[in-house]
């Protein structure tokens, strides 16, 4: 990650909003300048309440000079998934990073941060779901060890077991520079 950028979990709820604001711009394409009106913003929160926040989920981060540029979630399937090998409920994650900021090794201090955050005894899978033409992201799936498990039409599905194996690779530190 180049200097400058700052990887953690969302502190508050106005980062946590943030959060949303940046996946409505990257994910579902909203103009940023009317995403920072409160309707606007309030209308993506209640999407997303509706398929995400009314579950429990974690947020993390990445802020420049302040300002949240990207975010990293993981939330409970709302379609009741359960994983056939161990029986638990799949969790899904979401990354979006600002397109002026990608490029800057952000993504894999990110979703490696949201996973950390994670209370695993809970949350045993994991997966996420990746465009088909984005393979940089592919590949800080592999290495934060997620495996492909399918293709779903414009995207690719990974998955990852939360083993202890796992989790004591995902616990290396990851650099965070301010």
């Not at 409160?38 to 993390?60: F, G, H, I, V």
């Not at 990293?72 to 399937?77: P, Y």
């Not at 616990?171 to 520079?177: A, G, N, Q």
Request: net charge positive; hydrophobic share 30%; aromatic share 6%.
């Amino acid at each position: 990650m180049q200097p400058g950028y700052v990887v953690r979990v969302a502190e508050n709820d106005d980062e946590d909003m943030e959060a949303l604001r940046i996946f409505g711009h990257c994910l579902y394409g909203y103009p940023m300048d009317e995403l920072k009106h409160s309707r606007t913003r309030e209308d993506l929160a209640d999407k997303w309440n509706l398929r995400m926040a009314k579950r429990p989920w974690t947020t993390t981060v990445a802020l420049k000079d302040g300002e949240v540029i990207g975010a990293s979630r993981v939330t409970s399937d709302h379609t009741g998934e359960i994983d056939k090998e161990t029986g638990t409920k799949v969790h899904w994650t979401v990354t979006s990073i600002m397109p002026e900021h990608r490029g800057h090794g952000i993504s894999t201090p990110l979703r490696r941060a949201v996973l950390d955050a994670l209370d695993t005894d809970k949350v045993r899978v994991v997966k996420s779901r990746v465009a088909k033409d984005n393979p940089k992201s592919w590949k800080v799936a592999e290495k934060l060890g997620y495996q492909h498990e399918k293709d779903d039409g414009k995207e690719r599905i990974y998955k990852l077991r939360l083993t202890p194996k796992a989790i004591c690779a995902l616990s290396r530190p990851s650099p965070e520079l301010s």
